[in-house]
């Protein structure tokens, strides 16, 4: 089985061999032709079927026909109605991201519910899986926000006078322009997401906050997380594929 992950800046392919990943490739956005998908999934070794998780539309259908070339059969495009085992408190589940679906299934591989599953990519998402009154896992929504890489974009864009951000190891103080920027765009990213663990673990947000005796768990994902890991506040689990994780626990129901 091939689990894919299409986001907005990449793709990653895994074969999964007894629910864990055999073998993976990654390929960049601006690298993609058809031939060179359906070689890259080739290259991870004979599989009979994948489960696809695209939030780039425009990449679906050739990623169909790349498994399809692969394998021999059409994916699994995960949608909010695939066998997720999520329950869904949100007005409009059908707009819930599959990135953030499949994640909080990855999550759910290490912990119970309550749980926040922050993936620091193109966006920052936060999404709070709560418990429902039976146990069942809820997601209940979160947060979404400029990723630290595409707001340091932006603001090279809107202030093309501003220099490169410095390398850490950083000052407390920002003494330059460029170790201001670092600063900002580093430790202030992780405050910004520090702060809104806080708005999604607080009482007011959990359906009752005595099902997270000892906190509720943080687990972190994304390109950009390390980036922000140094900063954080908050105890945290570092899964780089949590994504893929989340697939593959899926695929395990289709």
């Known amino acids: 089985m091939l689990a894919i992950d299409a ?23 601006e690298e993609i032709a058809a031939r060179s998908l ?4 080739d290259a991870l070794g004979p599989a009979s079927g994948a489960i696809l998780c695209s939030v780039v539309p425009g990449l679906t259908s050739l990623l169909v026909e790349a498994v399809a070339v692969t ?11 695939s066998p997720h085992g999520l329950r869904f408190a ?9 990135d953030r679906i499949a994640a909080a299934c990855g999550a759910l591989g290490h912990a119970a519910p309550p749980l926040i599953v922050v993936d620091c990519g193109t966006a920052t998402t936060l999404t709070l899986i709560d418990r429902d009154t039976d146990g069942a896992p809820s997601y209940r929504g979160g947060a979404i926000a400029p990723g630290g890489g595409s707001a340091l974009a932006a603001l090279h864009e809107r202030a093309a006078h501003l220099p490169e951000p410095a390398l850490p190891p950083l000052p407390t103080v920002g003494d330059t322009s460029a170790t201001a920027i670092a600063i900002g765009a580093l430790a202030g990213h992780a405050a910004m997401i520090d702060g809104l663990i806080d708005r999604l673990a607080s009482p007011l947000a959990l359906r009752d906050a005595s099902n997270a005796p000892n906190g ?9 997380a ?7 506040r908050h105890p945290y689990t570092h899964d780089p594929d949590l994504l893929l994780h989340g697939l593959a626990a899926i695929a395990t129901r289709i």
């Open 7 to 29: 986001g907005n800046s990449n793709i990653t392919a895994a074969r999964l061999a007894d629910g864990a990943i055999a073998a993976r490739q990654t390929i960049r956005r």
């Open 38 to 41: 359906a070689m890259a999934l």
């Open 71 to 81: 394998t021999g059969a059409l994916p699994h495009c995960l949608t909010h109605t």
């Open 90 to 98: 949100v007005p409009e589940p059908d707009t819930a991201g599959v």
């Open 216 to 224: 509720v768990p943080i687990f972190i994902t994304g390109g950009w």
């Open 226 to 232: 390390p980036h922000c890991l140094p900063h954080l």
